[in-house]
């Protein structure tokens, strides 16, 4: 972990991995939804709208994904101060936002034709809004920071402060009397058919390995941008 946090080796490692993690995302992604959406049969309760479940649960997942890669990122950074654990932070948040966002709006689209009403003050629904309200907040502090030489030590204690709502949306429907059905895949146990689960899977592999490269494109844009900064102070101190 030490090594990889030389940001000369993690661009050598990212320069491959980034295209790598976003091809393969895409191709697997774009298989899974066509697999969900022209070759699963409907289901028997909910019908034709069962589809949504390929869209909805992977960004779901990596909207809370999203947020625990800040949390561990921001907990690296505060302990050990590895130089890229803060840019990992950043460049997860804005992604876990998108999906979280794209969670939100297929909850809704799903939930017009299964409760009656786009939007319900359920605890599962309202967990999930208000990551998203956390997602804009760590954005626009860590910009802050960086634009005000601020610490990056308090975007990172509010990233850890964040996380305290990861478990709440996890067990919200277990905790609270929710119209969310309960969860349907658990350790070890699922209860979707397998003719559903299969390319849920696969939704959920590739969604995540589009994910992970995007949030290397970030990390290496932003560290591009802190290295132009510095060389352009170096030069400002050559001419002084």
Not at 107 to 120: C, D, E, L, Y
Request: charge should be positive; hydrophobic fraction near 60%.
């Amino acid at each position: 972990m030490h090594g990889f946090a030389n940001p000369k080796r993690f661009l050598a490692l990212a320069a491959w991995l980034t295209p790598l993690l976003l091809v393969s995302g895409i191709i697997l992604s774009a298989g899974a939804l066509v697999w969900g959406f022209t070759q699963v049969p409907p289901d028997r309760l909910m019908g034709e709208t069962v589809r949504i479940l390929f869209i909805h649960v992977p960004t779901a997942w990596l909207g809370m994904g999203g947020w625990t890669a800040i949390a561990i990122s921001s907990l690296v950074f505060l302990v050990w101060r590895h130089p890229l654990a803060a840019l990992a932070a950043r460049g997860a948040a804005v992604p876990g936002l998108v999906f979280t966002l794209i969670c939100l709006a297929t909850g809704s689209i799903w939930g017009r034709p299964t409760w009656g009403a786009w939007w319900v003050w359920d605890g599962r629904l309202t967990s999930m809004l208000v990551l998203a309200f956390l997602y804009v907040a760590y954005i626009a502090l860590a910009q802050a920071a960086e634009r005000e030489g601020v610490s990056a030590r308090i975007p990172a204690i509010f990233g850890l402060l964040g996380a305290i709502n990861i478990p709440i949306i996890n067990r919200s429907v277990v905790w609270w009397n929710s119209l969310h059905q309960p969860p349907s895949i658990t350790l070890g146990n699922s209860s979707i058919d397998g003719v559903f689960l299969a390319p849920l899977l696969v939704a959920v592999v590739g969604f995540s390995l589009i994910f992970g490269g995007v949030v290397l494109a970030r990390m290496r844009a932003l560290l591009a941008d802190i290295q132009a900064e510095a060389r352009l102070r170096r030069r400002a101190m050559e001419m002084d």
